[in-house]
């Protein structure tokens, strides 16, 4: 191994408490909310092509003239309850919200720039009702953060001259300001989701962003901080010149889903996904293909299987409410887990071989496996292969747990599961629990039928 200062500080997942209870959420809510909701990515009258967070990026808008949606920021129906509530009815158990994202404006009224909520009509701080609102329904808060801020004019893509290494010694201080302002003000929440770090200026940073670190997981012990947040001394982000991971979690899977275990490196890691094909923030039209319940609940699936969780963005409108599609998508979510939530939460990889129908989940620290079933096959018959000499000593249907299955054995710990249903509605659940069988001399099991 190459010997490096600011590389990953630990190899391995985090064992402590704060980190177990985020490995065990399963279901998360990410919110992207500020100026670009307003335009919701149109601007005299043309729809940018783009993500509507990024509207201000557009060769067509003019810096000053985004600037100034600040003056029109007044979400005169926000109320943070009533976005807790409907995220507590879908199920989720933490809330990643954007305080500020790259055009800079601060939903948080930042003593370090005038470019916050304080100097717009609407005046209140939106960060601290939400924290307040979230944490009231046991949700825990996450804060997103965006490094790169075009609002601030000592914000460089690169550091090239002596100015350019002036003016981002500034900036560098301005961050660390609003950083230690946000964990101050903000203090029970459990971490921080960064984002807009991948540029030559702020990878030049090893040092400095590693002293930050340790600086805020000083003074917030138990701080969750994902591996997008620092590069090390070579420029290497997510996993260091070593091939060993920065930070607590892997933030990679940014709208994709990984394919299979081998693939998150043993990790705790989250997926943060749009619902259409990549809106965060409030957009108008949305353009393509918008994903349904039953998508988002096998993504979720997917997720939990392989020991991760799945973040489903909302993007509120610029009056405070939120729009119908995403209000109908938690609330399918929110009935589906009213169900099946035993199966997500606290779930973890089952290290079993993957099979058609469907994903499964493990829940942590038990011999619970349960099938997550999203396809049924003709034969309606799920096959169930367990480690060498597993029994199946109980199989239950979780939404309906009077239907017992009578696991026919067709192989050394080898099953066929049969339904009694063809055609289902919604994704299922069915709850298997295995016994050592390794006590047992060699098990007779029924010829296959
Ligand atoms: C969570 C999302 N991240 C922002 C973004 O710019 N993603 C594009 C991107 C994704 C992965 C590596 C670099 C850049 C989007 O605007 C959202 O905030």
Known sequence: ?????????????????DMEKWRAYGLGQFIHWGLYSIPAGEWNGKQYSGAAEWLKSWKEVSATAYDSLMYQFNPTKFNAESWAETAKQMGVKYVTITTKHHDG??????????????????????????????????????????????????????????????????????????????LTLYPTAKGLWFDGTWDKSWVKQAAFA??????????????????????????KRHFDSNGNMMGDYEQGWERKIPEKIADVHGNDWDCVMTVPENQWGYSKVWKGHIKTTDELLEMLAKCVSLDGNFVLNFGPKPDGTLRTEELDLAKGIGEWMGINSEAIYNGEYAGLVKQDWGYYVKKTGTNKIYMLVFNVPVSGALNVVLPSRTAISKVYDLGNPGQNYAPEEIGTSAYFIHLKQQTFKRPFVIVLETADNSKNSGAQYQKAK
Request: aromatic residues 14%; positive net charge; contains cysteine.
């Open 1 to 17: 191994p190459i010997a490096l200062q600011h590389g990953a500080h630990r190899i391995g997942r985090r064992t402590d408490a």
């Open 105 to 182: 404006f601060c939903l948080w009224p930042s003593k370090y720039t005038n470019f916050t909520v304080a100097n717009s009509p609407y005046k209140k701080d939106i960060i601290g009702p939400l924290v307040k609102a979230y944490d009231k329904r046991g949700i825990d808060v996450i804060l997103y953060f965006s490094i790169m801020d075009w609002h601030n004019p000592d914000w460089r893509y690169d550091i090239k001259t002596r100015e350019d290494s002036i003016a981002f010694d500034r900036f560098k201080q301005f961050t660390r300001n609003q950083l230690l302002e946000l």
């Open 210 to 235: 590693d002293s930050l670190e340790k600086e805020m997981r000083a003074m917030r012990p138990g701080l969750i901080i994902g591996s997008r947040f620092r590069a090390d001394e070579y420029g």
